[in-house]
């Protein structure tokens, strides 16, 4: 089915947001976070922990700041937490760092995909819903850093299953947010089978087109 209109609409009639609350606007998933979960705070590893980048590595969480899992697990114990429906991250190897790290919290029905560049910042987030035996990708997050250091530009875009869309984008040289509406996307392709444990190949394509 063809892509239906979007109606879009802009922050106006009053004083233009800074660059910190459109920062704010983008909520949990502005860049620059130091750890993946639902508690995106400021917990670090232990010092002196490093992971070898060529191999997949597990921890309960992924500090992007350091490049380094908090709290490093096993397989069998990320195994362990992914029957238990604990949350836990899961780096995929890269050629000088982790090119993607996956969360997982099967208690949540959630599963996240970050993409990194080649400095380790996030530049693309998939979050999927579990429904049944199934994945559904409800919101796909990216970042622009241009020349800076720290995102310039984000755009989330909020899937629903009937194929309704909300786009935002919050742009630190624009002096507003928009959001745009969409009522026809086609979502075929936003459906993922949930993935074994080990088995990310599926679930950490970036390309979904």
């Known amino acids: 089915m063809p892509p239906g209109p979007f109606v879009t609409t802009h922050d106006s009639g009053r004083e233009a947001p800074t660059a910190g609350a459109r920062a704010a606007h983008a909520g949990r998933h502005r860049a620059g976070a130091g750890n993946t979960g639902f508690d995106r705070g400021s917990v670090f590893p232990a010092p002196g922990l490093r992971h070898d980048r060529r191999v997949t ?3 309960r969480k992924w500090n992007f700041r350091r490049h380094e899992p908090v709290y490093p697990i096993s397989a069998s114990a990320a195994a362990a937490r992914d ?3 604990d949350h836990y991250a ?3 190897p890269g050629p000088d760092r982790p090119g993607a790290v996956i969360e997982i919290a099967w ?3 959630h599963a996240g995909v970050w ?3 080649d400095r380790g910042r996030q530049t693309l987030l998939y979050e999927f819903r579990r429904t049944d035996d199934r994945l559904f990708l409800h919101s796909v997050t990216e970042w622009d850093y241009g020349d800076q250091d720290s995102a310039t530009r984000v ?3 909020r899937f629903r299953e009937d194929g309704q869309v909300r786009r935002i984008v919050t742009d630190d040289d624009a002096p507003e947010h928009v959001t745009e509406d969409e009522w026809e996307a086609d979502v075929a392709a936003h459906w993922e089978p949930v993935p074994r444990f080990g088995d990310w190949a599926s679930l ?3 390309d979904r087109r």
Do not use: N
């Open 155 to 157: 755009c989330e875009r």
């Open 57 to 59: 590595v597990y921890g």
């Open 204 to 206: 950490a394509r970036r």
């Open 107 to 109: 208690r949540q029905d």
């Open 83 to 85: 029957a238990r429906g």
């Open 115 to 117: 993409f990194l560049d």
């Open 90 to 92: 899961v780096a995929l």
